[in-house]
């Protein structure tokens, strides 16, 4: 079979080199196989015909049946267009293309019956669809009915009639070519127990459905089978990870901790820091290594857990790391922490690009004896000339920054790898985290501190500015501090600098009475954290910043988060930015700036973020507007998949499903050596060949 399915696309009837070429380069399809796999995104009943009159503003594609009656042009230039007039008898609507316009006046004839279908858009009173299907009116008979498959096409592939339609054709010689070598790529027993289509079924009808409910069928057992093959690798590699690596036991409770708890500890821990402390405890004492993820929303208090951590960990004999994702961060880290142990006779050190020659040998040297008992610091701390006598625990602050690589040399750091907490304020919905880390266990500190006032969050139009400033100042004039953040978007980088410049005048302008500092990503680290250093001394009182700052700064005096252009942010950036304040005991203020016109899906996010301060809520919500494939962080954090036909967030019913059928699997038969297990060994080797990097997900 795997011959047939392997042909190259070139060899297809109504393919050949050129369009072979596009299809590689635009698509990613290179065999028959891809074709197969290459699933309609929408599919639109053109069973039904539309009358004109029915038409509204919020249609779908729709089928009309009527005649061209003149064909006009109109404008000049890049704006010159052809506009056919259309009518069916229960009204107009105009047919417009702005190419091609030779080419459809030769092709269509005014008068005669056809079937036209695209999408139409109100102008006015009046409806118009560019760019329509036309077809030829045969009878009622021979015409095409049923639900029509669309495929996602480009530009590119359009211009050589790579359309929708041109797909369809290819994908009908590709199925009957080999329809006949296709083979189950499931097992039997999983088909039938679950009630699934069988793979030659569901293929054909993802790309002909014959029937609604087969199509659904089709589609359930499509993505059945894509989240299944996910979790029954993440599940097998997880597994097999715990059985091949030995954890350090961290049974002892000792001193430091004892001490620090009775003595040092400014607060009583929330109910939520306890519960996780537990969790994680309870895990370092398996002898099982940990890998564990600790969510939990800005300003929940994550530094004070993975402090009291790093303290078992020491009670116990061994060393702590605690790594944040820039120098500001990790100095930060080190001064409160230092402060928190003070008197505990403990030996902390800060590690960084900036540490000096000198400071750096010898705590490279401190860190071999034993004499440091935590090291605080950047990706330095990844450098190969950072060994440790006896490294038992690494706490990575922040994760999404730092690469899956990155995390796994830390691993190398002891002949035994440490336990592994990733601590980040992302919150990722569980059933997101179920699949990206589905082989880390995840503790969630869902309560902030008492006596934080919940920070106010307004809407203002940008017209409006003068009343934003006059409250500004205000905040300003009673001592508080205030950011000002502009949008920052990679491919134009430089209006986004010119954007930034300009506020920086502008506000200096407004506030000739205050220090205003400056901070962008274009900026040496250095230059940058000495201007983040003189905000967090207030020797600056405003702040206009990039998203650079969006990470973890901690600047208690802070007040007022102002955010510039907010419509260009997603929801979990404007949550992340807003947690920059909120931080001491005064009201607080997120400022969201817009244009007055917003589309109705902006307008929605704003209003989210107007009513909402709970990070999870915003997170769903979030990946309900954008889709997963757009979550912040998810790419650097190495989601190493890309999903043909599930979607995390709505089929998240079927991926639970999916992953308890792989666990059951798993239980009976954990090196899946049974002979009906065969076949998905063989599918989890041709994941892992494809571009999937299965290993790397931990
Ligand atoms: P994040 O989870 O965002 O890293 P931090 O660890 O920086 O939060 O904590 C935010 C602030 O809350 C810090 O000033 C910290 O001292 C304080 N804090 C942490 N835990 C408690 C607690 N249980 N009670 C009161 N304040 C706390
Ligand atoms: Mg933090």
């Known amino acids: 079979m795997t011959e047939v399915l ?58 009309l049946k009527g005649k061209i009656t003149a064909f006009e042009t109109f404008g000049e230039g890049r704006n010159k267009r052809l506009v056919g007039h259309f009518t069916d008898g229960t009204g107009f609507i105009d047919l417009v293309w702005f190419q091609g316009a030779k080419f459809i006046t030769d092709k269509y004839k005014t008068h005669s019956p056809y079937i036209i279908f695209g999408k139409p858009t109100q102008f006015g009173d009046r409806f118009n669809i560019a760019h329509p299907e036309i077809d030829p009116f045969i009878t009622e008979e021979r015409r095409q009915t049923g639900l029509m498959p669309f495929y996602n096409t480009t530009e590119k592939m359009k211009k050589h009639y790579l359309n929708s339609k041109a797909i369809q054709k290819i994908m009908l010689s590709a199925f009957q070519s080999v329809m006949n070598h296709l083979s189950e790529t499931l097992p039997a027993s999983v088909i039938r127990d679950n009630r699934l289509m069988g793979l030659k079924d569901a293929l054909r009808n993802i790309h002909f459905p014959e029937t609604p409910a087969l199509l659904r069928e089709a589609q359930h057992r499509l993505k059945f089978e894509e989240l299944f093959y996910i979790q029954l690798n993440i599940l097998r590699y997880t597994a097999e990870r715990k059985s091949k690596l030995k954890g350090f036991v961290f049974n002892k409770v000792g001193e430091y901790l004892n001490t620090f708890y009775a003595k040092n500890l400014p607060f009583e821990l929330t109910n939520a820091q306890k519960r996780v402390i537990k969790e994680i405890r309870r895990d370092m004492d398996t002898g099982e290594q940990m890998n564990r993820l600790l969510q939990g929303d800005v300003g929940s208090g994550k530094t004070l857990v993975a402090l ?23 100095t930060q880290h080190f001064a409160s922490i230092s402060e928190m142990i003070r008197g505990l006779g403990l030996n902390v050190e800060l590690l960084t690009g900036s540490t000096k020659k000198k400071d750096r040998e010898r705590i490279h040297t401190g860190l071999l004896t034993g004499d440091v008992n935590i090291l605080i610091g950047t990706h330095a701390l990844i450098e190969d000339t950072v060994q440790f006598s006896n490294l038992g625990l690494v706490i990575i602050d922040e994760q999404h920054r730092f690469g899956v690589a990155q995390r796994a040399k830390l691993w190398t750091k002891n002949s035994n790898p440490p336990h592994m907490l990733v601590m980040t304020a992302t919150p990722i919905p569980r059933t997101l985290a179920m699949t990206v880390y589905g082989d880390l266990d995840v503790s969630v500190i869902d309560e902030l501190p008492p006596g934080r006032k919940p920070i106010e969050t307004l809407h203002v139009y940008d017209k409006k500015r003068q009343g934003l400033y006059q409250s500004i100042r205000k905040q300003l004039s009673e001592g508080r501090q205030v950011y000002i953040v502009y949008p920052l978007i990679e491919e134009s980088e430089k209006l986004d600098l010119k954007n930034l410049e300009e506020g920086f005048e502008h506000i200096q302008e407004v506030f000739p009475e205050y220090t205003v500092c ?70 607080s203020f997120c400022i969201l700036v817009t244009p007055y016109e917003l589309s109705a899906d902006t307008r929605k996010r704003i209003n989210i973020m107007v ?44 991926l639970q499903f999916a992953r308890s059928i792989a666990q059951k699997l798993l239980d009976e038969d954990p090196q899946l050596e049974k002979p009906e297990h065969l076949i998905l060994k063989k599918q989890l080797r041709k994941l892992s060949g494809n571009r999937y990097n299965w290993g790397m997900i931990s």
């Open 6 to 63: 392997h042909t190259d696309i070139k060899y297809l009837q109504g393919v050949g080199p050129k369009k072979a070429d596009i299809l590689n380069k635009e698509i990613e399809i290179f065999t028959v196989e891809d074709l197969l796999y290459y699933f309609p995104y929408r599919y639109v009943d053109r069973s039904r015909i539309y009358f004109i009159h029915e038409i509204d503003g919020n249609m779908p594609y729709i089928q």
């Open 308 to 330: 009291m951590l790093m303290l078992i960990a020491i009670d116990n004999g061994f060393q702590a790391a605690l790594m944040a994702p820039t120098e500001i961060l990790a």
């Open 518 to 587: 400056k901070v962008h990503g274009k900026m040496k680290p250095k230059e940058k954290d000495a201007e983040m250093q003189r905000f967090v001394n207030n020797e600056a009182q405003i702040m206009v910043a990039t998203t650079v700052i969006e990470v973890g700064v901690n600047v208690p005096n802070a007040s007022v988060m102002v955010i510039e252009s907010a419509q260009r942010f997603g929801l979990s950036q404007l949550h992340q930015l807003r947690g920059r304040v909120g931080r001491g005991a005064d009201q």
């Open 611 to 654: 009513e909402s301060t709970d990070g999870f809520e915003i997170a769903e919500a979030d990946l309900k507007f954008r889709g997963p494939g757009d979550l912040e962080g998810t790419q650097q954090s190495g989601i190493p998949f890309n999903l043909k036909i599930a979607n995390i967030v709505k089929d998240s019913e079927t």
